[in-house]
């Protein structure tokens, strides 16, 4: 593609994606919030609409005067498919353009490894069930949310701790092959931190977004792009090492800070200092009843948490740091944890932080993976 068409389609879905940030907003209006000339935003407005991707949704006014008229996404633009898979769970959804829910899938398994068969067939099954018992026509694009080491470029699989088997898993060309259809696969802190993209209407474009489960990993935006290392890894930061600890990882290492933060282990700490809990929502409850055990391994999990933020926050000087998790509504979670990152960083650095907790909602997943396919085909920014 050409510098100068590869330039007036990032805008012209730069027009999209103000409209569905901000629906029923006027022209003036999306110029205002696009800062694109009238002339841009009245061309790309016209090609939106014949292209079907957004409609006139109405007129407002003061009552004096011309009538300005409003616009939205059009649900009948087309539609996505997104995937979320573990080794004992897949999730699906099926979601028009306005990302209004067509169908919901969802399957648990009895089992806590899965070989790569196993993998594709669950999938297959999946988006079969979402084509076969919807209306699934127009589909543009299918999203996969995969949990472990992802090539997003080439879609593959790279390493999965669940994983019987240790080469790669090329899940975006399989699924092409069986389906024609788009695939796109990315990790869950990815995957997730693009919905947020997509979602907040807070204007800031330089963050981090940690995402903390089972392990824990980054994803920086700068610029209002999402950045990539080299070989498409990076982030992770659940296996940087955190002095004095010595658990055995999933990795195979020894002391990493998903050993300290993840939910696997918090709850495996708490059990054998005799605690009886079943998940990640018994600590949570715990701390609240001001379980002495349990705010301890809050303690601890605060410092390691809050000792590589802080190095983050301090190399990259974001506008902004979300952190989602399942704990995070722990009792004093996020105010002992402001409380070590200012103690740890320098305060002209992160006195300019502001700091976002969202609750990790896992009925989300599948719909994250679905805007994973739309911000593929349809966002403006690119990886850098």
């Given at each position: 593609m050409l510098m100068t068409e590869k330039r007036k389609l990032n805008r012209i879905y730069y027009v999209l994606n103000t409209i569905r940030k901000y629906p029923d907003s006027s022209k003036s209006e999306i110029k205002k919030l696009s800062g694109l000339s009238m002339e841009v935003v009245l061309n790309y407005i016209d090609y939106l609409t014949a292209e079907g991707l957004i409609y006139q949704s109405g007129k407002s006014g003061d009552g004096v005067g011309r009538k300005a008229e409003n616009y939205r996404i059009n649900p009948n633009g087309c539609r996505f498919i997104g995937v979320k898979f573990t080794a004992n769970k897949v999730s699906g959804i099926l979601v028009d353009f306005a990302w209004n829910v067509i169908g919901n899938y969802e399957k648990k398994y009895d089992r806590t490894k899965i070989t790569a068969d196993e993998l594709i067939s669950s999938v297959f099954d999946c988006i079969d069930t979402l084509i076969n018992e919807n209306t699934a026509d127009n589909i543009s694009g299918i999203g996969i949310s995969a949990p472990g080491l992802v090539d997003f470029e080439n879609g593959v699989l790279k390493r999965y701790c669940d994983l019987t088997e240790t080469n790669p898993v090329p899940i975006k060309k399989i699924v092409e092959e069986k389906y024609g259809i788009d695939t796109y696969v990315d990790g869950t802190a990815k995957t997730k931190t693009i919905a947020y993209q997509l979602n907040n209407k807070n204007s800031v474009n330089n963050y981090v977004y940690v995402l903390i489960g089972?392990?824990?990993?980054?994803?920086?935006?700068?610029?209002?792009?999402?950045?990539?290392?080299?070989?498409?890894?990076?982030?992770?930061?659940?296996?940087?090492?955190?002095?004095?600890?010595?658990?055995?990882?999933?990795?195979?290492?020894?002391?990493?800070?998903?050993?300290?933060?993840?939910?696997?282990?918090?709850?495996?700490?708490?059990?054998?200092?005799?605690?009886?809990?079943?998940?990640?929502?018994?600590?949570?409850?715990?701390?609240?009843?001001?379980?002495?055990?349990?705010?301890?391994?809050?303690?601890?999990?605060?410092?390691?948490?809050?000792?590589?933020?802080?190095?983050?926050?301090?190399?990259?000087?974001?506008?902004?740091?979300?952190?989602?998790?399942?704990?995070?509504?722990?009792?004093?979670?996020?105010?002992?944890?402001?409380?070590?990152?200012?103690?740890?960083?320098?305060?002209?650095?992160?006195?300019?932080?502001?700091?976002?907790?969202?609750?990790?909602?896992?009925?989300?997943?599948?719909?994250?993976?679905?805007?994973?396919?739309?911000?593929?085909?349809?966002?403006?920014?690119?990886?850098?």
């Amino acid at each position: 593609m050409l510098m100068t068409e590869k330039r007036k389609l990032n805008r012209i879905y730069y027009v999209l994606n103000t409209i569905r940030k901000y629906p029923d907003s006027s022209k003036s209006e999306i110029k205002k919030l696009s800062g694109l000339s009238m002339e841009v935003v009245l061309n790309y407005i016209d090609y939106l609409t014949a292209e079907g991707l957004i409609y006139q949704s109405g007129k407002s006014g003061d009552g004096v005067g011309r009538k300005a008229e409003n616009y939205r996404i059009n649900p009948n633009g087309c539609r996505f498919i997104g995937v979320k898979f573990t080794a004992n769970k897949v999730s699906g959804i099926l979601v028009d353009f306005a990302w209004n829910v067509i169908g919901n899938y969802e399957k648990k398994y009895d089992r806590t490894k899965i070989t790569a068969d196993e993998l594709i067939s669950s999938v297959f099954d999946c988006i079969d069930t979402l084509i076969n018992e919807n209306t699934a026509d127009n589909i543009s694009g299918i999203g996969i949310s995969a949990p472990g080491l992802v090539d997003f470029e080439n879609g593959v699989l790279k390493r999965y701790c669940d994983l019987t088997e240790t080469n790669p898993v090329p899940i975006k060309k399989i699924v092409e092959e069986k389906y024609g259809i788009d695939t796109y696969v990315d990790g869950t802190a990815k995957t997730k931190t693009i919905a947020y993209q997509l979602n907040n209407k807070n204007s800031v474009n330089n963050y981090v977004y940690v995402l903390i489960g089972a392990g824990c990993s980054l994803s920086l935006v700068h610029s209002d792009k999402l950045y990539s290392g080299e070989n498409n890894f990076d982030g992770e930061i659940g296996h940087i090492h955190i002095s004095g600890k010595n658990e055995l990882c999933s990795c195979g290492k020894r002391g990493c800070l998903e050993t300290v933060i993840g939910n696997n282990y918090i709850v495996d700490k708490l059990k054998a200092r005799g605690k009886n809990v079943s998940d990640i929502s018994d600590f949570v409850e715990l701390t609240h009843k001001g379980d002495k055990v349990a705010l301890e391994v809050l303690s601890e999990v605060v410092d390691a948490t809050a000792y590589v933020l802080s190095t983050v926050i301090t190399v990259c000087a974001p506008k902004q740091a979300v952190i989602c998790g399942d704990y995070v509504d722990a009792e004093s979670y996020e105010s002992m944890l402001k409380e070590k990152i200012k103690e740890y960083c320098l305060e002209d650095i992160v006195s300019y932080v502001r700091f976002e907790l969202i609750k990790n909602e896992k009925s989300d997943n599948a719909f994250d993976a679905a805007q994973l396919s739309y911000y593929k085909k349809f966002y403006y920014a690119k990886r850098t």
